[in-house]
Each structure stands twice: as C-alpha cells, then as structure tokens.
C-alpha cells in the first residue's frame, strides 16, 4: 500500500452519533463536572441534577452517595422518590464497605502477606482517612480489590476453599491466572498476584506485586459491631502507584470504562502534579505500554469536563490531539463498552510502541 493511501489516526474530537447517546454525553459530562467541583450550586444546576435521568446515571455508575452529598443543602432539589433512592445506595454502599472489611479481617490466613487494597478499595475515607479521593460512602464498587505478593499457586493453596469454580475453571484453562475471585461471608473479593495476567505483565521489577506491596503504607482499622470488633491491618498504595494501577485497568479494558472509573482518574491527576516515572520504572510503564495508555486517558479526558480542571503540567503531557489507537473514536462518556476483538485490538496498538526486548 502506497503512503499516500495509508489510514491516518483521526484527529480532533471522539465521535458521538446517535441522539440517545449524545444525551448520555451531556448527563454524564454535567454529573462530572458536579462530581469535581465544590462550588454552590446554582438553582438550575440544582434542578439539572435532581432531574430523575440524572438520578438513575448516578445509581447505575455506583455514584449515588456522591450524588446525595452533591445535593445537600438545596432545597426540594430533588422529589422524595429520588431522594430515597439515594439514600438507600448511600446506605447500602456504607454496609458493604464493612461487611467486606469485616469478613477480610476474619478470614485472612495469616499465613499471606498483609494485603494492599487497590481500585475502588483504597479511594474511601474509611482506610484512606484525608488521602481519600471519596467522601464517606460516595463511591460504590462491585467488590474488594487486593494485591498479594506471591504467584498464583501461592493464593490457591491459602484461599482455594473461598474460591468460585467459574474462576478456578478459567484459570485451569489459562494455566495461569493474576486473579483469584473468592466469597467470604457471601460478599466477592478478588485476590490479585500481579495487576495484569503474567503473560502482559512483568513478573519482577518496579511494577510488581512485590515491589508495590513494599512501597505502600500500613493501616490498622477497627472493623465489627458493637459485641466484637476486630483490629484489621491493610496496606494503601502511594499515589504514583495508584496511577498506575489505574492506567493498567485502562489498559486491560481497551479504553472501554465506567464514568465513575474516569472520575477516579481525573482526581487522582488533580491531587498533585503528573509526575511520571524515571528510570527503571518508566522502562517498565513502556515495557506494557502504560506510556501510551496515558496518552489514550488524556485524549479522553481532553472532552470531558475534568479537561479544563486539570494543572496546565498535567496537560503538557498530552502529545498529540491524535488517538494512540487509529480506530478508536468512541467519546468517553458514552457508555458503549467495545466488543471483546476491539477490546484486543486497542491493547494492541498501546502495546505496539513498546520498545523492542
């Protein structure tokens, strides 16, 4: 094929076509923009938030709390109805945070490390305390996320009788796995020994288990009701380190995430400044193409609201208005997830500037 026919990354804007999903767009671009600022409310802005569409985008995203908190103070905002259905994901995300918390603490074999708690694990007040990116019951997760140093075998052996035959199964047919899924007290926590399956991702170095699990901080919490309560000893990652944790979820995603997962990096960037890796570290963000991927997140972040709240540092490492993936052009608030070939398809061109072994 002759250069002058060779397919070009698009340029400019990601595009929204069908009217249902531009509407979606501007909900969640509004929900965003709300989410990231502390300013009061406006009596419009108020209404726009309340408006029972917006309600069921926060539920739906985990971000009722959030939402509820959002709202506080301005008056008959929102109707009763919509108001209890807050309350109640507020509540409900509350007790699951120690229920799951609970059950770590009385079923972790104290022959495994410490766990390190990561994703949505490690945003919440109530292990982060003022380093939080959430206030209290704000964000909802679909589980508890923890990272082990050791391999796969290693969390078998320890944790193999919690463990969902769906999971074993699948990763007997990988023969290796990064991930254990277990059921404690009946309540999903995912047990990882990497952040991505071994085969993307090193087994050593800066960006391991081992080495993240070393550079984070210890917390003692006070979990249980008022008859017993145990104390439960967790790690909490640093903040680099949460950014790329964040970064490889977007990588194994192929682009594809949750409004309230593009809200957690936008507040993870407007922390501090985007200091990236040197050295050994930045070889490894390259080695599984982390470098691209933020590339990708910041492309994305560009059009939504969190783009103009970011520090003009941040946005300098932006290197190009092109895509780092030539058909990716889907808007990140659209909601649509990418089938499981496109899902491919992007890894591999953020994987493809790796540099060569």
Known sequence: ???????????????????????????AGR???????????????????????????????????????????????????????LIE???????????????????????????????????????????ALWGDAERASSDLDLLIPGTWGQLYSALGQHARERT???????????????TLNGLLIEAHSGLAPPQLWPAGGPLSAEAMWARGREV?????????????????????????????????????????EWLDLSK????????????????????VGLDQTLQLALW?????PAWPLLPTQCKAHLQSDASPTPRYKRHPLSGATPSRLERAYIRACLLSARPSP
């Open 300 to 304: 994305s972040l560009r059009v939504t």
């Open 31 to 85: 929900l965003m923009s709300a989410l990231l600022t502390s300013h009061p409310l406006s009596t419009s802005e108020a209404h726009a938030l309340s408006h029972p569409l917006m309600v069921e985008l926060a539920l739906s995203e985990g971000l009722g709390g959030a939402l509820l908190t959002r709202l506080q103070g301005q008056a008959c905002a929102l109707s009763e109805r919509s108001e209890m259905k």
């Open 168 to 182: 074993l199964a699948r990763a007997y047919r990988a023969e290796r796995s990064a991930c254990l899924a277990l």
């Open 1 to 27: 094929m002759s250069d002058s026919t060779t397919p070009h990354p698009p340029q400019g804007t990601p595009i929204v076509t069908a009217p249902q999903e531009r509407r979606r767009v501007e909900r």
């Open 220 to 260: 003692s919490l006070r979990v249980g009701g008022l008859q017993k309560t145990i104390t439960l000893t967790v790690r909490l990652p640093t903040l680099a380190d949460q950014l790329t944790i964040a970064l490889a979820q977007l990588l194994k995603g192929g682009g594809g995430w949750r409004v309230r």
């Open 89 to 131: 994901a507020q509540l409900q995300c509350a007790w699951l945070e120690e229920a799951r918390l609970q059950a770590l603490a009385e079923r972790w074999p104290p022959q495994l490390p410490t766990p390190l708690l990561i994703k949505g694990a490690s945003y919440s007040p109530r292990v982060a305390g003022d380093e």
């Open 268 to 287: 993870l960037l407007l922390r501090g400044p985007l200091e990236l890796p040197t050295g050994s570290t930045w070889d490894a963000w390259r080695s």
